[in-house]
């Protein structure tokens, strides 16, 4: 990763408030590992998502919160958060948001050394993936994922 370039972003992206805007925000500061920072944007944009009224938007606020959650090493409020937001998204319908907290939700099991069940939840986001119409390139993580999990299940 370029730090210079995503620093550089940081500061172009300033103080903007936009939805779109903090999402990158987010994300640039949990890969410099400012994870601190993160977890505040992430809960900003959460509670942005949810003034919106759009649902779905929010949901997917809470996913990536989950995230911060799991490279904080929070792994437990990580599980559970995205253990609901699977389950929200599949009584919703929302096929693409249900494979992202799937997939996620087998990062984190994964961490927690439970191969077999994070296997479970990779191959379920491909299939969901699938479904929805992804492209190889958004498959790809999780195909890389459950080779991985395969390997250490296997042992």
């Not at 699938?130 to 993580?141: F, N, R, T, Y």
């Amino acid at each position: 990763m370029d730090v210079a370039a995503a620093e550089k972003r940081l500061a172009e992206l300033g103080s903007l408030r936009s939805l779109s805007a903090l999402n990158e925000k987010l994300n640039l500061l949990r890969l410099l590992g400012r994870l601190d920072e993160a977890w505040d944007i992430a809960n900003e944009a959460l509670r942005q998502a949810r003034f919106s009224g759009d649902r779905e938007q929010g949901l997917a606020a809470r996913i990536r919160r989950a995230q911060v959650q799991q490279y904080q090493g929070k792994l437990v409020p990580a599980l559970t958060d995205l253990t609901i937001c699977a389950e929200e998204a599949h009584g919703h319908e929302w096929t693409s948001l249900e494979a992202t907290a799937l997939h996620n939700r087998g990062r984190v099991l994964f961490d927690q050394r439970e191969y077999r069940e994070a296997l479970n939840d990779f191959k379920a986001a491909v299939v969901l993936w699938e479904k929805s119409g992804a492209s190889m390139d958004q498959l790809e993580g999780s195909l890389v994922a459950i080779g991985v999990a395969e390997a250490f299940v296997g042992k």
